[in-house]
């Protein structure tokens, strides 16, 4: 990594993570007014939907954003090309998605579910017109313009949700907000970087735009089945209450995961694409991309597991037990999380250099093992077995990974140790203050506080003696660096 492009990374992943820590708060706050105000019906409805209309994003998607990204040369033509085929299928989704919504009663015992999907098929019409100015700035690494537009379409998503649940809208406010956060970001890309649009089409490119996606199409679709067979089968078989409690506990224990995703390695992943030829610098970005999102990432998952029963009594539930049916399955999905922290950054690099086959493969697998697997658990062990079965596929992505870090790069199982082992060691330092007032028969917000500030104390002081306090300097040093 030339010292330009390390710059420009580190300022980027600065701006993103600043405008994600406001767009955290912003989006807690919201969530837990939501939570309070809404109903578990209310949750299971919205998600039941997302099933579906995620599930037609990935025919509308098709990988094309992530070609373009990595293409070293484009030409006009070429991002006018794919822009076209972008509009092409998501005008050909929500056509799909509009006419067949009420088959979605044939699994899900509401008939709101029909009304609430033809809604949210509006976002991938009004997708289509992000697509140019958001790559282009990714492709500039321009990602202070991103940032800007992701916290404002978030606020903006926040206050609609809040303000309509407030009024009584229900489910609605969750519908209508998303629509809401999807034409902030398509208008404010647009004022940051103005496209004159225009329809273009070049076989050549239209071909290879469509073969670079294909295996991210499958990846894609693959993820959609690992992430979303869980919700549809709660949906289908145990109601909009089940899978209420289940996308809570999900939503919540991801955040960290999500978050590092969209605020580091969405930045990374143009630059490690400009890196693709240089293996031992891609190799060296890596391990330290991995050790830094392993520190933060496990520090806030893990603290979220430890003080689990207080924040869903006190804080989701207002002091009462509305939302603790979903306690164990938070609990489970939080080691969850600490999974894919430690596996996202390989994803990325994979990517990068174009062994998508591999991602593919490793989702592939994972599919398998849960949709083979999840009518039994949920069957005979409920959301909690859902949980644990979410848990143990995603482990097996790994083995596929680990092949391409030791073939592409020659990263062994030390390297990665190095990188990794400092914080699962301290973090399972802070596991056994989850046993201050477990037994209690009201949570305290005492017990609440003492457990925030014991984790971060002990996690902090356990890594520095592991590592010798070496990482912290390198903190400094990146922090000096924006």
């Given at each position: 990594?030339?010292?330009?492009?390390?710059?420009?990374?580190?300022?980027?992943?600065?701006?993103?993570?600043?405008?994600?820590?406001?767009?955290?708060?912003?989006?807690?706050?919201?969530?837990i007014i939501l939570t309070r105000t809404l109903l578990p019906s209310d949750y299971g409805i919205v998600s039941?939907?997302?099933?579906?209309?995620?599930?037609?994003?990935?025919?509308?998607?098709?990988?094309?954003?992530?070609?373009?990204?990595?293409?070293?040369?484009?030409?006009?033509?070429?991002?006018?090309?794919?822009?076209?085929?972008?509009?092409?299928?998501?005008?050909?989704?929500?056509?799909?998605?509009?006419?067949?919504?009420?088959?979605?009663?044939?699994?899900?015992?509401?008939?709101?579910?029909?009304?609430?999907?033809?809604?949210?098929?509006?976002?991938?019409?009004?997708?289509?017109?992000?697509?140019?100015?958001?790559?282009?700035?990714?492709?500039?690494?321009?990602?202070?313009?991103?940032?800007?537009?992701?916290?404002?379409?978030?606020?903006?998503?926040?206050?609609?949700?809040?303000?309509?649940?407030?009024?009584?809208?229900?489910?609605?406010?969750?519908?209508?907000?998303?629509?809401?956060?999807?034409?902030?970001?398509?208008?404010?890309?647009?004022?940051?970087?103005?496209?004159?649009?225009?329809?273009?089409?070049?076989?050549?490119?239209?071909?290879?735009?469509?073969?670079?996606?294909?295996?991210?199409?499958?990846?894609?679709?693959?993820?959609?089945?690992?992430?979303?067979?869980?919700?549809?089968i709660i949906g289908s078989v145990m109601g909009a209450s089940s899978l209420g409690y289940y996308s809570l506990?999900?939503?919540?224990?991801?955040?960290?995961?999500?978050?590092?995703?969209?605020?580091?390695?969405?930045?990374?992943?143009?630059?490690?694409?400009?890196?693709?030829?240089?293996?031992?610098?891609?190799?060296?970005?890596?391990?330290?991309?991995?050790?830094?999102?392993?520190?933060?990432?496990?520090?806030?998952?893990?603290?979220?597991?430890?003080?689990?029963?207080?924040?869903?009594?006190?804080?989701?539930?207002?002091?009462?037990?509305?939302?603790?049916?979903?306690?164990?399955?938070?609990?489970?999905?939080?080691?969850?999380?600490?999974?894919?922290?430690?596996?996202?950054?390989?994803?990325?690099?994979?990517?990068?250099?174009?062994?998508?086959?591999?991602?593919?493969?490793?989702?592939?697998?994972?599919?398998?093992?849960?949709?083979?697997?999840?009518?039994?658990?949920?069957?005979?062990?409920?959301?909690?077995?859902?949980?644990?079965?979410?848990?143990?596929?995603?482990?097996?992505?790994?083995?596929?990974?680990?092949?391409?870090?030791?073939?592409?790069?020659?990263?062994?199982?030390?390297?990665?140790?190095?990188?990794?082992?400092?914080?699962?060691?301290?973090?399972?330092?802070?596991?056994?203050?989850?046993?201050?007032?477990?037994?209690?028969?009201?949570?305290?917000?005492?017990?609440?506080?003492?457990?925030?500030?014991?984790?971060?104390?002990?996690?902090?002081?356990?890594?520095?003696?592991?590592?010798?306090?070496?990482?912290?300097?390198?903190?400094?040093?990146?922090?000096?660096?924006?």
């Open positions: 990594m030339t010292e330009s492009l390390k710059t420009t990374t580190i300022r980027n992943v600065g701006y993103n993570s600043v405008a994600k820590v406001i767009q955290i708060v912003v989006m807690a706050v919201a969530n039941f939907a997302i099933i579906f209309t995620t599930f037609l994003s990935q025919f509308s998607d098709f990988g094309i954003g992530s070609a373009i990204i990595q293409k070293k040369d484009l030409s006009e033509c070429e991002l006018y090309t794919a822009f076209t085929v972008k509009f092409a299928l998501g005008l050909l989704i929500f056509i799909v998605a509009f006419l067949c919504a009420p088959l979605a009663i044939s699994f899900f015992d509401n008939s709101a579910i029909v009304d609430v999907i033809r809604v949210l098929a509006l976002n991938f019409v009004l997708n289509t017109f992000s697509i140019v100015p958001g790559t282009i700035l990714a492709r500039r690494l321009d990602y202070k313009r991103i940032a800007v537009v992701d916290l404002f379409a978030a606020i903006a998503n926040s206050l609609f949700a809040v303000t309509l649940a407030m009024l009584g809208f229900k489910y609605w406010s969750l519908v209508i907000a998303s629509i809401v956060l999807t034409l902030c970001t398509c208008v404010l890309l647009n004022i940051m970087y103005p496209v004159r649009y225009r329809f273009a089409f070049n076989r050549d490119s239209a071909k290879f735009f469509m073969g670079f996606g294909c295996n991210l199409f499958i990846s894609g679709f693959v993820t959609f089945l690992i992430l979303n067979a869980d919700n549809f506990a999900f939503n919540w224990s991801t955040m960290i995961a999500t978050t590092i995703s969209s605020t580091v390695l969405t930045v990374l992943y143009p630059t490690f694409s400009r890196m693709q030829d240089n293996r031992y610098g891609l190799k060296i970005a890596y391990l330290k991309v991995l050790k830094i999102v392993c520190f933060l990432g496990l520090l806030g998952t893990m603290t979220l597991f430890v003080v689990s029963r207080e924040f869903i009594y006190l804080i989701l539930g207002h002091n009462t037990d509305k939302w603790l049916p979903a306690l164990t399955t938070l609990r489970i999905l939080c080691v969850y999380g600490v999974l894919r922290i430690v596996l996202a950054p390989v994803a990325q690099v994979v990517i990068a250099i174009a062994r998508t086959d591999v991602y593919r493969k490793a989702n592939i697998v994972c599919s398998c093992i849960e949709l083979i697997c999840l009518y039994p658990a949920l069957y005979y062990y409920g959301i909690e077995g859902v949980a644990w079965l979410v848990l143990i596929a995603y482990m097996f992505q790994y083995f596929f990974f680990y092949r391409v870090l030791q073939c592409e790069f020659n990263i062994s199982i030390g390297d990665l140790s190095q990188s990794v082992v400092p914080s699962l060691v301290a973090m399972m330092s802070i596991l056994p203050l989850i046993l201050i007032g477990e037994h209690d028969a009201h949570p305290s917000m005492i017990n609440f506080i003492i457990k925030i500030v014991g984790c971060i104390i002990a996690y902090i002081l356990v890594y520095g003696i592991v590592t010798k306090w070496k990482v912290y300097g390198e903190m400094r040093s990146i922090i000096g660096g924006l």
